[in-house]
């Protein structure tokens, strides 16, 4: 896009970004990120907190004792799961995050560029906003690290289930499950406060591109900078003690939902993050379909422990693409690479796979939706020629995943083989490497 001289900035404070963007509205426009722009700090340059945010009415202890599992879910389930948190204290958690929000989150408009300026342009603690109705936005070399939320929710019918009934050992052979699991309540060891289920939910991700259309993520880094999530320990007990159910103040690094199509993420570095994109946000969601033409290529997944590419409804064209974790990681242990909802069809093509302590390709895919459909081609494991797809319908014992998608990309002219893939990626994904 052209952007005449009167709309080229550059920018290196929160408030100069806010009126670049005000002032050139949806005209073609260049900015360029110097140094590092912390979306939390006021005017001054002071950065903000939980007590600047905070409605007067929410203190997260009181919260947490209100949302304990163990007594909220002791109530009459509705529809098979417990009631959403409600009351006082839940408004004010939500005056305190609407707060936050007014502070961390800037909207891009249409026909915007931003670019960071040499090797360490970085923006923190914030969430840029790709809204629909916006097209043509081009984000390169830029640093993004660590959207904050002050005010997670907890989320009782999240993933919340009456029926495993029996222990349940994770892929990391820890039991999460009790006896007395019951949709009614009898006594302290038997009731629906004795099955397994909830989440922490946080709302803001680094970059959230919701219904915009022709948009290119190029050269850029996103992790969870210095906030990692074993800082933040899991308050409740067994059965409320898994992984997923550790109080997390990020939500993902990259999402793409809400009818977004034509993006492409390439030579992008996505490390030291849990759930970390989406394409696609809901399961039920059928105004997706048709929409969420995606492409991500030459990028570098490092250390994260699920939702690496996790669709629904949309069409991945996923190649190139380098995938290092550990099975053991006592951060981010790997959990999976591709997650596949409603109607997700997914071409991975040439992607290698380092992830040490595994050697079952068909751990590599979480199918949330059987119908799904994923065609993996040149795929590598730890050095060696898999089929994920095969591998995973072989232990079903039938074709659980799909191979048919519909559709076939073009071959891409920057198609490398398997085997350079590794030291291509480590050598150009990522912030700073223009």
């Not at 163990?70 to 948190?85: A, D, E, K, S, Y």
């Not at 059965?239 to 492409?264: C, M, R, W």
Request: glycine residues 8%; charged residues 20%.
């Amino acid at each position: 896009m052209a952007a005449k001289e009167r709309y080229t900035y550059t920018v290196t404070t929160r408030q100069q970004l806010l009126d670049a963007l005000k002032r050139a509205g949806n005209e073609p426009k260049i900015i360029r990120i110097q140094g590092t722009i912390n979306l939390m700090t006021d005017d001054s340059g002071r950065e903000l907190g939980f007590k600047d945010f905070a409605d007067p009415g929410y203190d997260f202890e009181a919260y947490k004792k209100l949302v304990n599992p163990h007594t909220w879910n002791r109530q009459p389930l509705v529809n098979g799961r417990p009631p959403r948190i409600a009351g006082p204290l839940e408004e004010a958690r939500k005056r305190s995050w609407n707060k936050q929000k007014q502070q961390v989150q800037v909207l891009i408009p249409s026909n915007t560029t931003l670019i960071g300026i040499g090797s360490d342009a970085k923006i923190t603690r914030g969430n840029l906003y790709l809204d629909k109705g916006v097209e043509n936005v081009i984000i390169r070399n830029i640093h993004f690290e660590d959207a904050y939320d002050h005010f997670p929710q907890w989320n009782p019918g999240d993933s919340y289930s009456t029926t495993r009934t029996a222990p349940v050992v994770d892929d990391f052979g820890k039991n999460h499950s009790v006896p007395g699991c019951q949709t009614e309540f009898v006594d302290d060891e038997h009731g629906p406060h004795r099955c397994n289920g909830g989440r922490w939910n946080s709302e803001f991700d680094l970059i959230s591109i919701k219904g915009a259309k022709r948009v290119w993520i190029d050269h850029c880094s996103f992790s969870d900078g210095e906030s990692l999530a074993k800082t933040i320990p899991n308050i409740f007990t067994i059965p409320y003690d898994q992984p997923e159910q550790k109080i997390t103040p990020h939500d993902g690094l990259l999402d793409i939902t809400n009818a977004s199509d034509f993006v492409t993420v390439s030579n992008s570095h996505f490390f030291n993050h849990d759930k970390s994109m989406l394409v696609g946000g809901s399961d039920n969601q059928p105004a997706d379909e048709g929409s969420l033409n995606v492409t991500y290529h030459h990028n570098l997944f490092e250390n994260l422990r699920q939702r690496q590419q996790l669709v629904r409804y949309g069409k991945l064209h996923s190649y190139n693409n380098l995938f290092k974790g550990s099975r053991t990681d006592p951060q981010y242990p790997f959990a999976y690479a591709f997650g596949l909802g409603t109607s997700a069809r997914i071409y991975s093509q040439n992607n290698v796979f380092e992830i040490e302590g595994l050697s079952d390709p068909a751990r590599l895919v979480s199918l949330f939706i059987v119908g799904a459909a994923l065609q993996d081609q040149g795929t590598l494991l730890n050095g060696q020629a898999v089929s994920i797809v095969e591998r995973f319908n072989a232990a079903q014992g039938r074709a659980v995943i799909l191979t048919d998608l519909g559709w076939t990309p073009p071959t891409p002219d920057d198609l490398l083989p398997p085997e350079a893939v590794p030291a291509y990626v480590l050598k150009n994904a990522g912030a700073g490497k223009l």
